[in-house]
């Protein structure tokens, strides 16, 4: 009752909640999120869906004039070589990378994680490849592994050579693979290391007094406590990989001839080039579709592995 002796709306309590603190403080926190929904609706929901239609038409990037010609499109991208062999080389780089990358950068982390004369310089050393961008390192290691005799590494073989490092399929594909882990191995070492320096000298100190050898201690202490770390840089490896397209472009062009092609290059050449933007949409998708069904699997092996080591 009012001080007049009417009763006060039924409404007055549906509005006080509606308008409570706590109902204000979460309507405050759910408006973080609408910027997120937005450049996620305009960078990825959209081209999405975009791609998705453009792929089962004959649209070519210009012409207004469209026509739907349903599964055509995906049929193409398994027949043309240039695609098969471009997906191909993508999943060997990727794998390829990530397996001699993570090899090669936890024992560096391991070494560089101990005390020694000049550490700081020798860390900077290893990690300066991962600066420059990927491009200009493409550049730089198209001169040093030129095929032809003025390339700086066929002129230090003199007699031995000319060594045809980018013009035969095979050695271009190991060239490019061999850049990528070159410039690689130390940004990921210097990431195992972070995690290196996390782990408390308490747990080495109590194994030492056990008696473990250094190589009991790496397997039993450090290896486990790396797993995340091994999931982390594993999966930018992975994806880094699979949408790789600078290296290679600025190392061989994609050469010889489809050898070190990779399906990035194949979508731009495609849809850009030669005015298939259907195709390259339909390239688009399935390569959307194969790189989430990687990470997937990635993930839960990674998760496997992390259970098994903890």
Wanted: glycine share 10%; net charge positive; charged share 10%.
């Amino acid at each position: 009752m009012t001080a007049f002796g009417t009763r006060a709306p039924a409404t007055t309590g549906a509005l006080s909640w509606l308008i409570s603190p706590k109902r204000l403080e979460g309507l405050r926190l759910q408006a973080f999120l609408v910027p997120i929904g937005i450049v996620f609706a305009v960078l990825f929901a959209i081209p999405l869906a975009q791609s998705l239609y453009f792929s089962v038409t004959d649209f070519n990037g210009y012409s207004t004039e469209v026509n739907f010609v349903g599964l055509e499109n995906y049929r193409k991208i398994f027949t043309d070589p240039a695609m098969l062999a471009g997906l191909g080389f993508t999943l060997l780089y990727a794998v390829g990378t990530t397996v001699i990358i993570t090899v090669l950068a936890i024992p560096l982390a391991v070494l560089l994680n101990r005390r020694f004369f000049g550490r700081n310089v020798v860390r900077a050393v290893f990690f300066f490849p991962a600066i420059p961008s990927i491009a200009i390192l493409g550049l730089v290691w198209g001169f040093i592994l030129s095929p032809l005799g003025s390339g700086a590494i066929n002129s230090l073989l003199g007699e031995l050579g000319p060594v045809p490092w980018l013009s035969d399929g095979t050695l271009a594909q190991l060239s490019v693979i061999m850049v990528a882990v070159w410039s690689s191995t130390g940004w990921h070492a210097i990431l195992y290391l972070a995690y290196l320096q996390s782990i408390p000298d308490d747990y080495y100190e109590a194994a030492r007094v056990d008696g473990a050898s250094p190589r009991q201690s790496f397997f039993s202490i450090t290896l486990p406590l790396l797993a995340p770390a091994v999931t982390i840089s594993s999966l930018l490896l992975m994806t880094g990989g699979l949408k790789v397209y600078d290296l290679p472009y600025t190392l061989t062009k994609g050469g010889p001839g489809y050898a070190t092609f990779t399906i990035t290059q194949s979508i731009i050449q495609s849809g850009i080039a030669q005015a298939k933007f259907g195709q390259a949409s339909a390239l688009a998708v399935v390569f959307m579709l194969v790189v989430g069904a990687i990470v997937a699997v990635q993930l839960v092996l990674s998760s496997r592995l992390e259970g098994r080591l903890s």
